[in-house]
């Protein structure tokens, strides 16, 4: 016959044994959203300002290399890119007057995270008929880029010593406003998808401005 003190030891160690194995609650519960958005550089626009302090930074900084699409073979220092440019489609980097941004959004145990993962600058010609021509991409996952959209934006009409961060003026809370979506989870967006795009937005609203 088992001692008392020793079944109760037995029981606790399988219990114990059982718990560790069943997945924890908290920590298996995810959501996972990625979209894309394209938006036109405007002279006055924070993706202007944005695309001046990409370029000026690379412009002081050693060994910062850029490509003009995700998928592009090489790196090219700036000096290379705006040789590209010109001496192909005849365009400098000014002449960019769209941007496609990739946001990623979810949800875990910290809570609503919105994180912008690229941007791809492009110049699409206005009659429409012709092909975009792909200028500038950024990985804002690199840290130099990480770094400006945190550290850097543009001063508040309101209060010039205020300084309104890329990161926030690019949202996607706030750039969807004038703003078209073009992919959701990867897929194109195309006619029927209108529900779709209502739901994401009125959700990335809601937890934006629930999470401030």
């Not at 160690?13 to 718990?19: D, I, S, T």
């Not at 405007?42 to 302090?53: I, N, Y």
């Not at 078209?180 to 897929?187: M, P, R």
Request: glycine letters at 6%; charged letters at 25%.
């Amino acid at each position: 016959m088992i001692p008392p003190a020793r079944k109760f030891v037995i029981l606790c160690l399988l219990a114990f044994g059982v718990a560790a194995m069943s997945p924890p609650e908290a920590t298996a519960q995810r959501w996972l959203q990625t979209s894309q958005l394209i938006k036109n550089v405007r002279s006055d626009g924070p993706a202007r300002a944005l695309l001046d302090t990409l370029v000026q930074v690379v412009e002081r900084r050693e060994g910062v290399e850029v490509r003009r699409t995700s998928d592009a073979p090489e790196s090219l220092t700036l000096s290379e890119l705006r040789d590209e440019l010109i001496n192909g489609p005849g365009l400098g980097l000014t002449s960019a007057n769209k941007v496609f941004i990739n946001y990623r959004f979810e949800i875990r145990n910290r809570g609503f995270e919105e994180s912008i993962q690229s941007f791809q600058f492009l110049f699409r010609p206005p009659s429409g008929n012709e092909e975009d021509i792909q200028m500038l991409y950024v990985d804002a996952s690199d840290p130099w880029v990480k770094s400006i959209l945190q550290n850097k934006g543009t001063s508040l009409v309101t209060n010039e010593a205020a300084l309104q961060t890329f990161k926030d003026q690019l949202s996607f809370a706030r750039t969807v406003r004038d703003a078209q979506i073009t992919e959701i989870a990867g897929d194109p967006v195309r006619e029927g998808f209108e529900a779709k795009k209502r739901n994401l937005v009125q959700k990335i609203q809601r937890l934006t401005y629930g999470s401030m």
